[in-house]
């Protein structure tokens, strides 16, 4: 008999378990500044990808739904109702592109991009929280990375 059938030794729940710790130490940091944590996921790819004031003649310049789901490995049917609760908070805006009516495109607000400075230091309360260092923490999330690339890469041959 093997012992490969023991919980402790199942890489699947040692992430599914670090993922949920994980969760639980951005719950509060969160909760303060009115967000659910996919809902901040959604904001980092806004907040890197932002070009500029909502105003922007160039109305075309955000990215797209599908743009966003495909940055953050979610449907749609999962994300509208989080970009529609991101609108009704004031961060971001939704419009059909100028170019293709059928494409909706996410801007953030002037409020989106003033939330991004009040959280500047979200990072590293969870990383403090981790009790790993700076060079443990990167090479985990490299590890990870590579991990669910491969897997990916292995679901679309």
């Known amino acids: 008999?093997?012992?490969?059938?023991?919980?402790?030794?199942?890489?699947c729940?040692?992430?599914y378990a670090a993922s949920r710790a994980l969760t639980d130490v951005y719950r509060p940091i969160l909760d303060?500044?009115?967000?659910?944590?996919p809902q901040y996921l959604v904001l980092l790819v806004l907040w890197q990808r932002d070009t500029g004031p909502e105003?922007?003649?160039?109305?075309?310049?955000?990215?797209?739904?599908?743009?966003?789901?495909?940055?953050?490995r979610l449907d749609s049917g999962t994300l509208s109702p989080l970009l529609k609760r991101l609108e009704a908070a004031g961060l971001v805006v939704r419009r059909r592109s100028t170019r293709d009516e059928r494409r909706?495109?996410?801007?953030?607000?002037?409020?989106?991009?003033?939330?991004?400075?009040?959280?500047?230091?979200?990072?590293?309360?969870?990383a403090r929280a981790t009790g790993l260092t700076a060079d443990e923490l990167f090479a985990l999330r490299d590890t990870l990375t590579r991990v669910t690339d491969t897997i990916h890469r292995q679901k679309e041959q």
Do not use: N, W
Request: proline residues 5%; glycine residues 10%; hydrophobic residues 45%.
């Open 32 to 37: 303060g500044f009115g967000l659910t944590y």
């Open 55 to 72: 105003s922007t003649p160039d109305a075309d310049a955000g990215p797209t739904v599908s743009e966003l789901g495909a940055a953050l």
């Open 1 to 11: 008999m093997t012992d490969d059938l023991v919980l402790r030794r199942q890489v």
């Open 104 to 126: 909706v495109e996410i801007g953030l607000t002037a409020q989106g991009r003033e939330l991004r400075e009040r959280m500047d230091d979200v990072p590293a309360c969870v």
């Open 13 to 15: 729940f040692a992430l």
